[in-house]
């Protein structure tokens, strides 16, 4: 059974529609009287871009696609100067864009892609953010993908915040199809305009980032314009503060704050959190194993990609996959303080930009910050920071240095303090 047949099964008596897009409404009734691009040249195993978002076309392309046995590279245009890059990296023989189908010549061979073709099976291409270094190009089974939302769950009125181009974007997509709900699409993803798509729609479940949260927070908009519609409030794809959490969990004691885990590599897992407004949690699923070993966190997944297009395998001979998060476990959950490649050495003495970021956003005025490393001849290295002010407040930097100067020890104080815009990639992280 094809996906559309199975989900057209699941959708037959329903009578809302599964996306509210600004451009339409869509019921899964119609989704085959909707399509009008013609990809009856695309074939079995052939890789395909496909440029769009979350709205009416890019989805029932995607949904076609699959069933086509197509491997799927979901992007936006906001990645656009990499593209070319991205097409490359994979072995691209089309590009979908605007209703538009362009073919790209292309006669090379991947045995991780020809592994997918001999076997029938559609496949998934994502790609890292690629903050250290050029992005990796991701390929999953989108079989395995889909297989996880066989078991049924409940599901709510969802603003699907992730992008197109975001596993966990991804995740949200299928979570809600498979389980009849609704995905109500955004316009823009600024604070002010998700927000009112959320009241404007009765979303239930906002999924987003700790920079968006951050942005949100400091926008003046909590707690009086939050929706009260508002259940559960998501967050992942990076480090969160405890310092902005608490605040959050203050102002909307009945939002429902859950943190969320995954990678590219190995799709979105199952989260229990702690508490609402704690960061420890654990993780685990069907097809999920989680170790720690020398305070990094390792995973194990039957759902995990096929392995990278463009660089080597990151899983040892037994299959775990080292995530490079540092851990603290306590009483068996455990919180992320960080990455390994963020630690920082200062004389032999090692710490995390975490425990400077911490103490600069608890300052008046500072709305957000980024720690990081520099080369230094005598030390090995120093800390460098940037802050950025809220709404244009100026920050006094005489008194600020003189507040982490009482609040961090001393091979932790910045060498350099920089005031500037936090750089915030198109998926919402700090880059």
Avoid at 63 to 73: F, T, W, Y
Avoid at 160 to 172: P, R
Avoid at 217 to 227: H, N
Wanted: contains cysteine.
């Amino acid at each position: 059974m094809s996906i559309i047949e199975e989900l057209e099964k699941k959708w037959k008596n329903v009578q809302y529609p599964f996306l509210i897009h600004s451009s339409k409404n869509l019921y899964f009734k119609d989704i085959n009287k909707e399509i009008k691009l013609d990809i009856s040249r695309i074939k079995q195993g052939d890789v395909v871009a496909l440029i769009g978002d979350f709205n009416p076309i890019s989805i029932l392309i995607l949904l076609k696609l699959i069933d086509l046995g197509a491997i799927i590279m979901p992007l936006t245009k906001d990645t656009r100067e990499q593209h070319e890059y991205f097409f490359s990296s994979s072995n691209v023989n089309w590009v979908i864009e605007n209703e538009k189908i362009n073919n790209i010549s292309n006669n090379m061979v991947h045995p991780l892609i020809e592994k997918l073709r001999v076997n029938k099976k559609p496949g998934l291409i994502v790609f890292s953010t690629g903050t250290t270094g050029k992005p990796k190009a991701i390929l999953h089974d989108f079989s395995l993908v889909l297989k996880k939302f066989e078991t049924p769950r409940p599901t709510l009125r969802t603003i699907n915040f992730l992008l197109f181009d975001h596993m966990g974007g991804i995740n949200t997509l299928f979570h809600t199809l498979f389980n009849k709900g609704v995905i109500i699409a955004p316009e823009k993803r600024n604070v002010a305009s998700i927000l009112d798509t959320c009241k404007k729609y009765k979303v239930e479940v906002l999924p987003t980032t700790p920079t968006f949260l951050r942005m949100m927070l400091i926008s003046g908009y909590v707690p009086l314009k939050i929706p009260k519609c508002i259940k559960i409030i998501t967050y992942g794809t990076e480090r969160m503060d405890q310092t902005t959490l608490n605040e959050l969990c203050k102002l909307l004691p009945n939002v429902d704050f859950r943190q969320t885990f995954g990678m590219s590599e190995i799709g979105v897992v199952r989260v229990k959190s702690k508490a609402r407004n704690s960061l420890y949690m654990k993780i685990g699923g069907e097809g999920i194993k989680s170790k720690i070993k020398n305070d990094i966190l390792y995973i194990k997944s039957t759902s995990g990609m096929l392995g990278y297009l463009n660089s080597n395998s990151p899983f040892d001979k037994d299959g775990w996959m080292n995530t490079n998060d540092i851990v603290e476990e306590k009483n068996g959950f455990f919180k992320i303080i960080g990455r390994k490649n963020e630690v920082i050495n200062t004389g032999g003495l090692k710490f995390m930009p975490a425990e400077i970021e911490i103490v600069a956003l608890s300052y008046p005025n500072v709305s957000l910050c980024k720690a990081y490393a520099r080369s230094n001849p005598i030390t090995g290295q120093h800390v460098e920071l940037i802050i950025q002010e809220i709404n244009n407040k100026s920050v006094d930097l005489i008194e600020f240095k003189k507040f982490l100067k009482m609040k961090l020890s001393s091979h932790m104080i910045p060498k350099r303090i920089i005031i500037d815009k936090v750089k915030i990639g198109h998926r919402y992280k700090r880059s």
